[in-house]
């Protein structure tokens, strides 16, 4: 099916734990983005990737960084994992331009 | 800082009511989206307005924008118990290539 893949689905982290969250896209799209859902935030930009070759900041990118291994796919690395970092992380794509975004299905992390 | 606030922040209806629901934002944007998530599920794309369009459609769902008041609605039709959800909306703040959401309207149809 295309749309967006994220792996892994669940994840418990121990503090100080590095970890590599994944992101694949099928539909050809420009731009990739990472975002931490918290109850009551909303959802806040991590880092965002607008065309392959390109990376930028978001909203809140302390303690994370990212990799656009190529079109397809946006990796989010946490490389000390934090009680902070406890969270649902979300992947999405979109064509880039202004577009619609397409969302994976979610990580839900929990760092003790 | 969010950019998009979304009113309610919670909503209660019965079937076959209708639902509205509002967002205000801060800055000048080139569209405002507007976006569903089931519990435990990602966000999915509903709408999408131009800030040069007013009103929008798209089955049961009614959009409209205002600039001059930097506002949104979101009218949703005959509602159905398979539309609880929430629901975002997100702006781009001028940018072609990254959305700020808001914190969304949980809205709960009841059979």
């Known amino acids: 099916n295309a749309g967006v893949t994220q792996t892994p689905k669940f994840q418990v982290l121990k503090t100080g734990q590095s970890m590599t969250l994944q992101c694949a896209q099928d539909?050809?799209?420009?731009?990739m983005y990472w975002y931490r859902q918290d109850p009551g935030m909303g959802l806040r930009l991590i880092y965002y990737s607008a065309s392959e070759g390109t990376t930028d900041k978001g909203e809140v990118p302390n303690g994370y960084n990212v990799s656009r291994l190529n079109k397809r796919e946006f990796s989010l690395r946490l490389e000390s994992a934090a009680p902070s970092q406890t969270s649902v992380y979300f992947c999405?794509?979109?064509?880039?331009?202004?577009?619609?975004?397409?969302f994976g299905s979610g990580t839900r992390l929990t760092v003790v | 800082s969010q950019q998009g606030e979304e009113d309610p922040q919670a909503l209660s209806i019965q079937e076959g009511e209708n639902a509205t629901m509002n967002c205000s934002y801060k800055?000048?944007?080139?569209?405002l989206q507007w976006y569903r998530q089931n519990s435990g599920r990602g966000l999915v794309h509903l709408i999408l307005i131009r800030s040069n369009e007013r009103e929008k459609h798209s089955g049961r769902l009614r959009v409209t924008l205002d600039t001059s008041k930097k506002s949104s609605s979101l009218l949703i039709t005959a509602s159905r118990a398979a539309d609880t959800a929430s629901y975002f909306c997100?702006?781009?703040?001028?940018?072609?290539?990254?959305?700020?959401f808001g914190k969304g309207t949980l809205l709960t149809v009841n059979p």
């Open positions: 997100a702006t781009d703040g001028g940018s072609n290539y990254k959305l700020t």
């Open positions: 800055t000048s944007i080139n569209n």
């Open positions: 539909m050809n799209h420009n731009s």
């Open positions: 999405a794509s979109s064509l880039g331009q202004g577009g619609g975004y397409t």
